[in-house]
């Protein structure tokens, strides 16, 4: 398998025990305020996404408790847990329990997988978020 080449990331808390989450596709959940401000980042928390929603990252240190530190991967080749077999040149959307997906024609993708892998194996993609 590729080696994972992240060229951005994120740390923010944890919306509760994400470390059965590791390589599972995030979100941000809670209020966002509109100011510049260090608060505004702990506005959000990070959760796992789920079916149809907006991808921010990949966890990466998934937090043990609400509140606790999880970093997150946001840009560059990274991985991700197949929720079903995936071939290179798959589009990307999230699953259930943040699991990579192939995403159809006209649904909102977060990556393009490089290598192929069955259901369950983590496989390398690249992440673009324009398409998220």
Known sequence: MSAIKPTGSHAGPSARDLTAFQWRAAKLVG??????????????EIDVAAAGDHVIGIIFYPGDRKGAR??????????VKAGEALKAGDKLKAGVDGVGMKAAA???????????????????????????
């Open 31 to 44: 209020s966002a305020s509109s100011n510049d401000t260090a608060k505004t980042e702990n506005d959000q």
């Open 70 to 79: 999880t970093t997150l991967h946001t840009q560059g080749r990274l991985k």
């Open 106 to 132: 006209n649904d909102k993708s977060f990556g393009t997988v490089l290598e192929a892998g069955p259901i369950g194996a983590t496989v390398p993609f690249e992440f673009d978020h324009s398409t998220a």
